[in-house]
């Protein structure tokens, strides 16, 4: 009888232990499976701005490498990195790559429009969507 209580015992602190590694080894590499990603920017998925060119900030967790429109930007030891994208009249689109140690990749878009310059100025993103469309369409029938 006293034997099977020990055996009981080494049994439920063996699973015990069991259990207790498998919760360190999926913390420990929580990193690989939530892969790179974007903790804080200064940008929104759309917006407008009249200046040529926009400062942008990046935070990031779990990230190696960045690269905005395919340029490799260098990051700080907190995973930050600070970049100055020029932007052109209408519609620019910011593509930014985060890769980690693994390659794995994550890619995240945002879109800036700057005003253009003319007799019928376009105001806002959904406009210069319908220009451009429109310019396409007419290309197009020609």
Not at 22 to 34: A, K, N, T
Not at 73 to 100: K, V, Y
């Amino acid at each position: 009888m006293q034997e099977e209580v020990k055996k009981n015992l080494i049994r439920f602190f063996a699973i015990g232990l069991l259990v207790l590694v498998s919760i360190l080894v999926y913390h420990r590499f929580s990193f690989y499976r939530e892969g790179p990603s974007i903790i804080g920017i200064n940008l929104t998925a759309y917006e407008e701005q009249v200046e040529a060119s926009k400062e942008i900030h990046i935070s990031t967790k779990n990230t190696h490498s960045i690269r905005i429109n395919g340029n490799p930007l260098q990051m700080n030891e907190g995973l930050e990195a600070h970049s100055i994208i020029a932007l052109h009249p209408g519609e620019n689109e910011i593509t930014i790559e985060l890769s980690d140690n693994f390659n794995k990749k994550r890619y995240y878009t945002y879109h800036i429009y700057r005003p253009v310059a003319g007799d019928n100025p376009i105001t806002n993103l959904t406009q210069a969507r319908a220009q451009k469309n429109k310019e396409e369409a007419e290309k197009e029938t020609y």
